[in-house]
């Protein structure tokens, strides 16, 4: 099976962030356990005003104290982003052995079976070479049509042994107790209101994932985030689709992530009975 990590960007600059990294370490913690290997990379805010040149250790101590567990590595570095994190973070799994990494990023509403989830991929990995990066949760793409009423309301249909999602057509491989649904990448992904990169929820390989962080035109880049923004534009979509080769999966169609904590009633939309697609 194939060496997995968990890597978690943490930058804690409030007591808010403490309070939140707190509640979302917690959260894969009780799920996950000491199950995979945890880097941490304590992205230490500087300071501001005349001292902005300078590390602010004030919060110092509290990256240490949230993340107290055996089998969690932590690594420093002083305001240089959350791609930066993310990317030492990923070479250092990637120079312990990992083949696959999952980002951990301040979310505290993963779903009860991320844990079997997790399992599924692993085994999906192992079978598949061809696969780049598996979504455990939610749509298989990201919409812009997310309101802070409904959420990220499921537009999937299921005909004919396939799923269909806007231009995305999955396709079916059963394994013995679970479905991969997955899809090559393709050019026309990718429009005005739909795009397919997201970096949380999401197992990948290492490699990949390092070419993700790294590509063309993203150097002035600083947050995750704005990766995400530089794949939402067309050009950009495809000249990744153009030089990376491969399959990207789906297992488990069903809200959670990042983007939930944005709507207004998001500890509703997660008790809807959406089972759930294995």
């Known amino acids: 099976m194939p060496k997995t990590f968990v890597i978690t960007p943490s930058y804690i600059a409030s007591e808010a962030r403490v309070e939140f990294a707190s509640k979302s370490f917690s959260s894969i913690w009780n799920i996950l356990g000491d199950q995979y290997p945890f880097i941490v990379v304590d992205d230490i805010p500087r300071g501001k005003s005349i001292f902005k040149l300078l590390p602010n250790f004030k919060y110092f101590p509290k990256c240490r104290e949230i993340y107290n567990k055996e089998n969690i590595q932590i690594l420093r570095q002083y305001g240089r982003g959350s791609r930066l994190a993310t990317l030492r973070a990923v070479r250092e ?56 009423t409904l959420g990220n309301l499921s537009e999937i249909k299921i005909e004919n042994d396939e799923i269909k999602f806007d231009k995305v057509t999955l396709k079916p491989t059963r394994f013995h107790d679970y479905t991969l649904w997955w899809s090559y990448y393709e050019e026309n992904m990718v429009d005005k209101d739909y795009w397919p990169i997201s970096l ?64 207004l009633n998001w500890m509703d939309l997660i008790q809807y009975p959406n089972t759930p697609v294995l």
């Open 200 to 263: 949380w929820s999401i197992l990948y390989r290492v490699d990949f994932l390092e070419k993700l962080l790294t590509g063309k035109g993203k150097d002035h880049l600083k947050h995750l985030v704005d990766i995400e923004h530089f794949y939402r534009k067309k050009a950009n979509w495809v000249q990744e689709v153009r030089e990376t080769k491969g399959k990207i999966g789906y297992i488990n169609m069903q809200f959670v992530g990042i983007e939930m904590q944005n709507n």
């Open 93 to 148: 799994a990637k120079k312990q052995g990992a083949d696959l990494v999952f980002i951990h990023l301040d979310d505290n509403i993963y779903v009860p079976p991320l844990k079997e989830l997790m399992e599924f991929a692993n085994d999906a990995f192992a079978q598949d070479s061809e696969l780049l990066a598996i979504k455990l949760t939610d749509e298989p793409i990201l919409s812009n049509k997310c309101n802070p």
